[in-house]
């Protein structure tokens, strides 16, 4: 993975919970989770990383939080 740049301006995450990204469609960056063997992986996808032109949204992971624990996490757990 890539160092990542910031994003040229604010932008807004889509939260779409446990549903898998979606290729194409610009638009804003989406973040989802899923929970497997006993951790919860966050990912975003649209934030613009070194060399990748995969921004805006391309369906492919950009940047993963990975937390110890299986979590049930809502659009309310984050700062979209
Ligand atoms: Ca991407």
Known sequence: MS?????PSDL????IGT???????GGEPHLRYEV???RTIIQMDGIRAAGSG???????VDAEIE???EFVLTAANFLL
């Open 54 to 60: 995969a921004f805006p949204p391309d369906g492919v």
């Open 12 to 15: 807004t995450f889509e939260f």
């Open 3 to 7: 160092d990542l740049l910031p994003p």
């Open 19 to 25: 549903n898998a990204f979606t290729d194409g469609g």
């Open 67 to 69: 937390l110890i624990g």
């Open 36 to 38: 497997l063997e006993g």
